[in-house]
Antibody, heavy 122, light 113 residues
Framework: EVQLVESGGGLIQPGGSLRLSCAAS????????MSWVRQAPGKGLEWVAS???????KYADSVKGRFIISRDNSKNTVYLQMNSLRADDTAVYYC????????????????WGQGTTVTVSS | DIVMTQSPGSLAVSLGERATINCKSS????????????LAWYQQKPGQPPKLLIY???TREFGVPDRFSGSGSGTDFTLTISSLQAEDVAVYYC?????????FGQGTNLEIK
């Protein structure tokens, strides 16, 4: 069964750091685009970062320079290192796997984890 | 950045009736080299992660009931639920995956009338 399980969320003070993990099962993360998407309380969805199968990364302007997405193929896990956290980073953070139409058309966010909550507050 | 604008923001439809949600992108999401529209629709119920319903603007994800359909091309897209069921109450989002940042619409809250 294809599954994503996020962990690492919690309450953190402004300026602090946190590392989120997304453990994948049922597929290999190196074969798919992987993304983090967040949802602030009562708000809509916001794409945060992506790690592409070739190894490149992209970030939303709101987190560029503060967040780092990475991948550990041996653990089949994707991470989001979050530094210099601010109150407006408070959200549920979802890990998502993109779909793949062979031979190489990556499409949308097909599989989602249940999310992990990050609260930035003093 | 591509701005995605959904309408309406909220919608109340009677059970068994048709529900229509619109999504407009600020620039075309049709990739000319493969003639695919990089547009997806998601359903999100309270306390749950989003669920992919439609991708490539009109391809239904495996397991999604056929009362859900997507249409449109270029900059104008529509999600249609042909006969609303009680379990369809949710917030619906469109998203472009043509290029980063992969922007979402603001969401449409669908309720039963």
């Amino acid at each position: 069964e294809v599954q994503l399980v996020e962990s690492g969320g919690g309450l953190i003070q402004p300026g602090g750091s946190l590392r989120l993990s997304c453990a994948a099962s049922g597929f290999t993360v190196s074969s798919h685009y992987m993304s983090w998407v967040r949802q602030a309380p009562g708000k809509g969805l916001e794409w945060v970062a992506s790690f592409y199968s070739g190894g490149s990364t992209k970030y939303a302007d709101s987190v560029k320079g503060r967040f780092i997405i990475s991948r550990d193929n041996s653990k089949n896990t994707v991470y989001l290192q979050m530094n210099s956290l601010r109150a407006d980073d408070t959200a549920v953070y979802y890990c998502a796997r993109w779909g793949l139409d062979l031979p190489s058309f990556h499409y949308a966010m097909e599989v989602w984890g249940q999310g992990t909550t990050v609260t930035v507050s003093s | 950045d591509i701005v995605m604008t959904q309408s309406p923001g909220s919608l109340a439809v009677s059970l068994g009736e048709r529900a229509t949600i619109n999504c407009k992108s600020s620039q075309s999401v049709l990739y000319s080299s493969n003639n695919k529209n990089y547009l997806a629709w998601y359903q999100q119920k309270p306390g749950q992660p989003p669920k992919l319903l439609i991708y490539w603007a009109s391809t239904r994800e495996f397991g999604v009931p056929d009362r859900f359909s997507g249409s449109g091309s270029g900059t104008d897209f529509t999600l249609t639920i042909s006969s609303l069921q009680a379990e369809d109450v949710a917030v619906y989002y469109c998203q472009q995956y043509y290029g980063a940042p992969y922007t979402f619409g603001q969401g449409t809250n669908l309720e039963i009338k």
